[in-house]
């Protein structure tokens, strides 16, 4: 069983910076990509930051150049940094995962492939 547990999210002034953790967890042979979303209240969920497999990152424009995402290979977590934020960067972020898992399947252990969300974490900002 993959799980995604989010850390780091808190209560900060205008201007200030955060780093949010994304641990995952479980049977994993591979995270193949990870990205961060935000949910501001009454809005959808938004892409904010994503990475492949090859490194190659893309940003949404309203936090190119303040955002950050990276991610340890070897300890299975990903990162957020978060600097100059802004109060309308108030939102609960949620982790997600592309990961190949290994799965019992009888005798058998087989590969099995899955999109994974963590339980989110607030963030609010401010002014």
């Known amino acids: 069983q993959v799980q995604l547990v989010e850390s780091g999210g808190g209560l900060v002034q205008a201007g200030a910076s955060l780093r949010l953790s994304c641990a995952a967890s479980?049977?994993?042979?591979?995270?193949?990509?990870m990205g961060w979303y935000r949910q501001a209240p009454g809005k959808q969920r938004d892409l904010v930051a994503h990475v492949t497999s090859d490194g190659t990152t893309n940003y949404a424009d309203s936090v190119k150049g303040r955002f950050t995402i990276s991610r340890d290979i070897a300890k299975n977590t990903g990162y957020l940094q978060m600097n100059s934020l802004k109060p309308e960067d108030t939102a609960v972020y949620y982790c997600n995962a592309d990961i190949t898992s290994i799965v019992s399947r009888g005798v058998e252990l087989t590969r099995d492939d899955g999109d994974y969300w963590g339980q989110g974490t607030q963030v609010t900002v401010s002014s």
């Open positions: 479980g049977s994993i042979f591979s995270i193949n990509a």
